[in-house]
């Protein structure tokens, strides 16, 4: 059998999660894509897929092979590309993940626009704030918040964001005020469950670092809901500032302890490997650089070239 084929019909089956939607992708017959799958393994001598009734999942091998697929497929097409009488703008379905809240308010009003630059892609967006796995789950590429100095991916930082702590004008007058991060401790605190450091708010003053070990009356893990809870004077909240900076801004939060600076975290966007990148990926990375380039979270609302 066509090896290439084997590998885009096994891809499809772990982009669209079942065998049902590599058959509607590919346009092929079921015993067709079952037949070039069980080929694969075959050939290999090893189990690339666990097939239940509820559900299908890689192997560790299966995992392994189809990273490395993916990038053969990825070659394969510019490499056709590049011969092909032609442009070479982006093509095809990308599939984009990242955080809800940063999705909606920074990513949303920008989709048209990609899209008007690049109208042979198509967009399949995920909004959710969990970590996901980009190959298993087959995403192109994802949009993290976060420290990535362990991460195994590749990442490109196309903007930051500190973590900003506020409360509304009317939590404030019926509580006390707060001279120092330990006074937490006296407050009502709104968390974001997803938050990586748990419990445990850092800040760091003119008097040196403090770690904070808060009590929360509300978890959440949309952030979306800490903001309406805080604006709704349900306590003190730990935000980033693309989130909260319009509020601060408006006069709806107040910044708390502004000479205590909690962390900064960057805003990547992340994919399995630099090798072989995908142009239809490369085009989104310079997209976000260059839409992202002057923004200020802290001080005024973004501005963005237009």
């Not at 499809?12 to 069980?38: I, P, T, Y």
Request: net charge neutral; hydrophobic share 40%; with cysteine.
């Amino acid at each position: 059998m066509d090896r290439a084929l084997e590998m885009q019909v096994f891809c499809a089956v772990v982009d669209k999660g079942s065998f049902v939607g590599a058959v509607e992708a590919l346009e092929m017959s079921k015993a067709a894509v079952s037949r070039h799958v069980n080929a694969l393994e075959e050939r290999l001598g090893v189990r690339l897929l666990q097939r239940t009734t509820r559900r299908l999942s890689l192997t560790e091998e299966g995992r392994v092979f189809y990273q490395q697929a993916r990038e053969v497929l990825a070659l394969m097409g510019e490499a056709e590309s590049a011969v092909s009488s032609g442009s070479h703008e982006p093509a095809g379905v990308l599939r984009v993940n990242a955080p809800v809240s940063f999705g909606v308010l920074h990513l949303a009003p920008l989709w048209t626009h990609f899209l008007s630059l690049h109208p042979k892609l198509e967009l399949d967006i995920s909004l959710n704030d969990r970590q996901v796995d980009l190959v298993e789950e087959g995403y192109d590429v994802a949009v993290r918040i976060a420290r990535m100095e362990s991460s195994s991916l590749v990442g490109r930082r196309f903007a930051s964001t500190r973590m900003r702590l506020c409360a509304s004008p009317d939590y404030l007058a019926n509580h006390t005020p707060m001279k120092k991060p330990e006074d937490l401790i006296d407050h009502r605190v709104i968390a974001y469950s997803n938050f990586s450091s748990g419990s445990e708010w850092s800040f760091s003053g003119p008097d040196g670092e403090h770690k904070v070990s808060t009590r929360s009356v509300i978890r959440c893990n949309n952030g979306d809901t800490c903001r309406a809870v805080a604006l709704n004077a349900g306590g003190i909240l730990l935000q980033p500032s693309f989130m909260v900076s319009e509020d601060i801004r408006e006069g709806r939060l107040v910044e708390l302890l502004p000479a205590y600076r909690s962390i900064e975290l960057g805003i990547y966007a992340v994919y399995p490997t630099r090798k072989h990148l995908a142009s239809k990926v490369r085009a989104f990375i310079n997209f976000l650089v260059e839409q992202f380039e002057h923004v200020d979270w802290e001080s005024d609302a973004p501005v963005r070239k237009s």
